[in-house]
Structures are given as structure tokens and as C-alpha cells.
Antibody
Framework: EVQLVESGGGLVQPGRSLRLSCAAS????????MHWVRQAPGKGLEWVSG????????GYADSVKGRFTISRDNAKNSLYLQMNSLRAEDTALYYC??????????????WGQGTLVTVSS | SYELTQPPSVSVSPGQTARITCSGD??????AYWYQQKPGQAPVLVIY???ERPSGIPERFSGSSSGTTVTLTISGVQAEDEADYYC???????????FGGGTKLTVL
């Protein structure tokens, strides 16, 4: 059974940093691309970032480019999102999602339950 | 930045057909994907590559594409289909993935 478990969320002040993690199990992690998708409270889905199976292709939404960094450790079956210079508008539930393919293209066929990030002073 | 446009809400009675549209300039060149999200739950993929249905998704879910508009059709809607539905696709560069604003399907 595919499982994606996010962690690392919490309350953080504007301008500070936070690192999210996603522990994957139930599939061959290094065969598939992975993504982060966020959802602000009461709002829609927003793709944040994606990374191919071998980290050779990486992409970011314009809203986070230059502030967030995605990475993966295939030996540890883990996905990460380093978030710097956080803003109030980054407040959201952050989902880890598995791609159907090795390249960082949709669809996203499995999702975690999310970790909540709240940016507030 | 690229946008996909969905109607905010669609309402149907049980047993009827629901159609949810998604419009975007790059849709003639890029595949579309559809996700269902129920309250308090993570999204679930229901359609990929415009019209393909993942295993485990009921046959009443189908997708189609015509020009700059893609459509998710739910035939014989059931109460359990009440949810938010999001389309997803790429911008013209094919490197940025965008979601539509979401459509709340209400089963009357």
C-alpha cells in the first residue's frame, strides 16, 4: 500500500524558514517523480514544486521560486521542501504527491494527508 | 501567469449527468487531469490525459476535450460524488503545472 506521510509543519514567523519532509513507502520511490501541492484554508489547490526521479528535472511555481527548494533522498525514500523567507500567503496545508511517471509531469496518483504551515507573527 | 477557468459551482439531482468545464489557452496542446476532493480529505485522481480513467474509478466518470475546453462528465450522479473537482494542466512551456480554481458539485 502506497503511503506518503508529511511532517515538519507548524507555526513560524514571517521571514523565517521551515523544512518539510515526506516519508514514502509501498512503492519503488526512486522510479517516480514527486511533487508538493498546497492548499490555503478554504481555497483551491496550488502546485508548488516537482522533482523527477533522479533530481535531474526540477520546477517551481513562480510564487515560490527563489525562496523554496525541493530535494529528495532516494536512499531514505524521502522528499523535502526547504522553505525560506516565508510570507503570510504561504500559509497552507502542504501535500506531498507521487507522480504517475518518473518525469515530473502529472498526474499525481497518490497524495499524503498534508502538513499545515502557518506563517504569522 | 497561466490560468485554468472552472465554474465555481454545479448542481444536479441524483441520477442526472453533471458536466464540469475547464478552459485554458494551452489546453489544445497540453493534457488535462481531474481530481476529486471531499471535505477534509486529500485529492483523488479521477481522469488523466484528458479522458483516461485510473483503475478503481467508476465508469460514470469520463473526460473529453475540445479546443480550449476540457470537460469532466459524471453520468448517473450519486450522492457520494458531491465534492470539489479540480482540473490540472500545464502552461504552454510544459514546465509549470496549474490547477483550476475548483468546482463545487452539489447533489440536490
Amino acid at each position: 500500500e502506497v503511503q506518503l506521510v508529511e511532517s515538519g509543519g507548524g507555526l513560524v514567523q514571517p521571514g523565517r524558514s521551515l523544512r518539510l519532509s515526506c516519508a514514502a513507502s509501498g512503492f519503488t520511490f526512486d522510479d517516480y517523480a514527486m511533487h508538493w501541492v498546497r492548499q490555503a484554508p478554504g481555497k483551491g489547490l496550488e502546485w508548488v514544486s516537482g522533482i523527477s526521479w533522479n533530481s535531474g528535472s526540477i520546477g517551481y511555481a513562480d510564487s515560490v521560486k527563489g525562496r523554496f527548494t525541493i530535494s529528495r533522498d532516494n536512499a531514505k525514500n524521502s522528499l523535502y521542501l526547504q522553505m525560506n523567507s516565508l510570507r503570510a500567503e504561504d500559509t497552507a496545508l502542504y501535500y506531498c504527491a507521487k507522480s504517475f511517471y518518473g518525469d515530473y509531469v502529472p498526474p499525481f496518483d497518490y497524495w499524503g494527508q498534508g502538513t499545515l504551515v502557518t506563517v504569522s507573527s | 501567469s497561466y490560468e485554468l477557468t472552472q465554474p465555481p459551482s454545479v448542481s444536479v439531482s441524483p441520477g442526472q449527468t453533471a458536466r464540469i468545464t475547464c478552459s485554458g489557452d494551452a489546453l489544445p496542446k497540453q493534457y488535462a487531469y481531474w481530481y476529486q476532493q471531499k471535505p477534509g480529505q486529500a485529492p483523488v485522481l479521477v481522469i488523466y490525459k484528458d479522458s483516461e480513467r485510473p483503475s478503481g474509478i467508476p465508469e460514470r466518470f469520463s473526460g473529453s476535450s475540445s479546443g480550449t475546453t476540457v470537460t469532466l462528465t459524471i453520468s448517473g450522479v450519486q450522492a457520494e460524488d458531491e465534492a470539489d473537482y479540480y482540473c490540472q494542466s500545464a502552461d504552454s512551456s510544459g514546465t509549470h503545472w496549474v490547477f483550476g480554481g475548483g468546482t463545487k458539485l452539489t447533489v440536490l
